[in-house]
């Protein structure tokens, strides 16, 4: 089957720094992407990776290791702003998004 | 900026009921989706569409039909709904099938609940 792992949950206070993990088997792999998703708010994307290695974008990093099916979202310089959940998706065969069931991080002050 | 937009924010229906959930893009998007989502279990795909006319069954299409005569606009049908329908439903479109742009733009969700 396919499958996405993630924490349910992650707490951490302002200013520090959290790493969001997720583990992944599916048949079928293009890449990884990362969606941020506010209390009764829409999904928005943050990033993707295609290849292995660390992708910056700003305070939020993204990395990806093909081999170990392993990847993990690195939220630096925690706002408050920053407490929302965070999936993890794997484009895989047929180019169908396969998302994780989220990880809800709370920052505190 | 994309902009996805869905026909209501929120939806009360009857069981029994035929339901439509409207969603419309205005990026020329090729690819359109309808999710579902429910607390710990995520987002998970109703059915897609790559082209006008055409759709193709995601992972828990049981229940659900989908209608796409416009590039524009995806709907989304309960047949007859039940009450196991209740949920978030999310629309998503994307500009092309695989890599970097494969990048999905949602909406803003539609929360129906089926009394």
């Known amino acids: 089957g396919q499958s996405l792992e993630q924490p349910s949950e992650v707490t951490a206070v302002e200013g520090a720094i959290v790493q969001i993990n997720c583990t992944y088997q599916t048949s079928g792999f293009y890449g990884l992407s990362w969606y941020q998703q506010h209390d009764g708010g829409a999904p928005t994307f943050l990033s993707y990776?295609?290849?292995?290695g660390l992708e910056e974008t700003g305070r939020f990093s993204s990395f990806l290791s093909r081999s170990d099916s392993y990847g993990y979202l690195l939220l630096q310089e925690l706002q408050m702003k920053d407490s929302a959940s965070y999936f993890c998706a794997v484009l895989g065969g047929s180019y169908k998004l396969i998302f994780g069931s989220g990880t809800r991080l709370l920052v505190r002050p | 900026d994309v902009k996805v937009t869905q026909s209501s924010r929120y939806l009360v229906k009857r069981t029994g009921e035929k339901v439509f959930l409207e969603c419309v893009q205005d990026?020329?998007?090729?690819?359109m989706f309808w999710y579902r989502q429910d607390p710990g279990l995520g987002l998970r795909l109703i059915y897609f569409s790559y082209d006008v006319k055409m759709k193709e069954k995601g992972d828990i299409p049981e229940g659900y039909s989908v209608s796409r005569e416009k590039k524009e606009r995806f709907s989304l049908i309960l047949e007859s709904a039940s009450t196991n329908q209740t949920s978030m439903y999310l629309c998503?479109?994307?500009?092309?099938?695989?890599?970097?742009?494969?990048?999905?733009?949602f909406g803003p969700g539609t929360r129906l609940t089926v009394l």
């Open positions: 990776n295609a290849l292995d």
């Open positions: 990026m020329d998007h090729e690819n």
């Open positions: 998503a479109s994307s500009f092309s099938a695989g890599g970097s742009t494969d990048t999905q733009y």
